[in-house]
């Protein structure tokens, strides 16, 4: 399974962002996915995810509200949309999938099985 992450770039602060991400390879409604983040000196962390089934839940800490995730299974991806974005946002996202039986969401980077290789946002005030 590969996973293509794109969309990211230079936008200004209350901007917004729509980024993508492609899987190739296995069956797509398999996967649970997510979108990780990972700003200078800090540790990935969880921005969202998706399940099969097509719900989702963010992390509360700094989402509240302003982020978006779908899915289109028939056209294997996944979308993170992000308003009202802060310099706090900047980062390398990083896509993920998880193949799972199941219809929940998993949080902990750990949990996935596969990864993009990560589109830049940048925030500027």
């Known amino acids: 399974v590969q996973l293509q992450a794109f969309g990211g770039g230079l936008v200004q602060a209350g901007g917004f962002l729509r980024l993508s991400c492609a899987a190739s390879?296995?069956?797509?409604?398999?996967?649970?996915m997510a979108w990780f983040r990972q700003a200078p000196g800090k540790e990935r962390e969880f921005v969202g995810g998706?399940?099969?089934?097509?719900?989702?839940?963010f992390n509360s800490a700094f989402v509240k509200g302003r982020f978006t995730i779908s899915r289109d299974n028939a056209r294997s991806t996944v979308y993170l949309q992000m308003n009202s974005l802060k310099p706090e946002d900047t980062a390398v996202y990083y896509c993920?999938?998880?193949?799972?039986?199941?219809?929940?969401?998993?949080?902990?980077?750990?949990?996935?099985?596969?990864w993009g290789q990560g589109t830049l946002v940048t925030v500027s005030s």
């Open positions: 993920a999938a998880k193949v799972s039986s199941d219809n929940m969401i998993y949080t902990a980077r750990g949990d996935y099985d596969y």
């Open positions: 390879g296995g069956t797509f409604s398999n996967y649970v």
């Open positions: 998706v399940t099969r089934s097509g719900d989702s839940i």
